[in-house]
């Protein structure tokens, strides 16, 4: 009873000396006070519960919000601050000897990202704006760190967390869409609206759009997965209608594409195509492309459909560059990334400050309605061409390189699993990252968690399971 005693006058003196802060906090306006106990949980999750600590994160990612877009600093919460935490706690780790499983940190891929982590830091040092490199450099490190190095060290110890993260990502995702939905309707689902309605969890219907088909092939596969009783498989498929919903009404176009590519990817791989000819057939595409190459442009400009609230007059704008705005500027922002990349080939201008010094590169002839001298208007809408500036040609290589590889794996997945089960989620895995890369050509989002914790998350997955097919580490029972 004295001990029973002892522990509740210490719960009743916290809880007065903790309503005390708190009351203080609230007088002075530092409302953040409010949040010291769910900080000290999270730290305990770190230190004793680093899967636990994982599931937190990324359920917490679709439900985010950037400090910058309520007028406050670029950050955020609560996940960068659990990223900067789980990087803090790596290093810690290494420095005690424990590190991820030398497979995992042996695997081409991880030397891969490694490499062009190394070149980020590389060319942060001679930017335009070394502060804003040094930014950009650690915010990519967390993302890897907590995303690709700890999830991939989690889901090697637990296969059963494989399938959990990207449904810990899907549910919370499919809420974000359905308050987008529920707001899009007040506005009659109208095509303006929808570029904003996600906000604040999403800044623009672009980054949403890239998310969302990110995820429909991994669920889907999750859909036809029978490790799952049948009720879980109803509730998966209502996450995937929302998605696909969602999807159709973010009037993304990018997406939609990069969708259909995949599509057609996986048609390909299931009628036996090898990487290798389709490779070849792309290349030979390419060159022939180049031949009719001024009689192509003619029937691009000839094409004056504007984007619309009508879904095939939509999906028709793809392809105007003569009179739509958005796919102006875009052609304008790679132009200015080509200059750039002409002023500092090798190292470029500095990572994470093309949209500081692109502005005096705009040619008159190139500006549109919707053109900034204000470094406010976004990057170089392009995954490929921004590294290009911003790290010079390595920086592209590391890009395009990695692309080709994650092919590689997907191909080799499809053939080498064993387990049916693991090779379709593997396979939808591998689709789902590769709407990213095709996405990539016309935006780029890896500056963001919404779209760096689904591109490392899935990357750490296909470096997990070509490892066990590889049998370079033992392979778990199906569950």
Not at 32 to 47: E, H, K, Q, S, T
Not at 116 to 144: E, G, M, N, Q, Y
Not at 162 to 190: E, K, S
Not at 442 to 460: I, V
Request: hydrophobic share 55%.
């Amino acid at each position: 009873m004295k001990a029973w005693a002892k522990s509740d006058r210490a719960v009743v003196a916290s809880s007065v000396i903790f309503a005390a802060v708190l009351s203080a906090a609230w007088w002075v306006d530092a409302w953040y006070v409010a949040l010291l106990p769910a900080a000290l949980a999270v730290l305990g999750l770190a230190i004793f519960r680093l899967d636990a600590y994982l599931a937190v994160l990324v359920a917490a990612v679709p439900l985010s919000l950037n400090l910058e877009d309520i007028g406050g600093v670029g950050l955020y919460l609560p996940t960068e601050p659990m990223l900067a935490g789980a990087l803090a706690l790596l290093v810690a780790r290494r420095l005690m000897g424990q590190t991820p499983p030398r497979p995992f940190l042996a695997h081409p891929t991880t030397r891969w990202v490694a490499a062009s982590l190394i070149w980020i830091a590389f060319t942060a040092v001679l930017s335009w704006d070394p502060l804003v490199s040094l930014k950009f450099f650690v915010a990519r490190l967390w993302f890897v760190a907590g995303f690709f190095l700890l999830a991939g060290q989690i889901f090697l110890a637990q296969p059963q967390s494989r399938h959990r993260a990207i449904l810990l990502y899907a549910f919370p995702l499919a809420i974000v869409i359905g308050y987008t939905l529920v707001r899009h309707a007040g506005y009659g689902f109208d095509k303006d609206a929808g570029h904003w309605v996600m906000s604040p969890f999403f800044k623009d219907h672009t980054s949403y759009g890239a998310v969302l088909a990110m995820f429909i092939p991994p669920v889907f596969a999750l859909v036809l997965s029978k490790r799952f009783e049948l009720v879980w498989r109803v509730a998966i498929g209502g996450v995937l209608g929302i998605l696909l919903v969602g999807m159709v009404l973010s009037y993304t176009r990018a997406a939609w594409v990069s969708l259909a590519a995949v599509t057609a990817l996986f048609a390909l791989m299931r009628l036996g195509f090898r990487l290798k000819t389709l490779l070849f057939i792309g290349i030979g595409a390419l060159l022939a492309g180049t031949l009719v190459l001024d009689s192509l442009l003619i029937q691009l400009e000839r094409n004056d459909q504007d984007s619309s609230d009508n879904l095939a007059e939509h999906v028709e704008s793809i392809s105007n560059v003569s009179s739509d705005a958005s796919n102006l500027e875009r052609l304008n922002r790679w132009s200015c990334a080509l200059a750039l990349f002409k002023e500092r080939p090798l190292t470029g201008w500095g990572p994470g400050t093309y949209q500081f010094v692109y502005a005096p590169f705009q040619r008159s002839e190139h500006r549109t309605i919707i053109s900034t001298n204000n470094a406010d208007g976004g990057n170089a809408h392009s995954e490929y061409l921004g590294p290009l500036a911003e790290q010079g040609v390595p920086g592209a290589l590391f890009v395009v390189g990695l692309f080709g590889w994650v092919l590689h794996l997907g191909f080799r997945l499809y053939r080498t699993v064993a387990d049916a089960e693991t090779r379709r989620l593997a396979v939808g895995v591998f689709l789902g990252l590769v709407t990213y890369f095709v996405h990539g050509v016309l935006n780029n989002y890896l500056d963001t968690d919404k779209a760096s914790a689904p591109f490392w998350g899935f990357l750490a997955l296909l470096v997990v399971w070509d490892l066990e097919a590889q049998r370079q580490i033992p392979s778990p029972k199906p569950r």
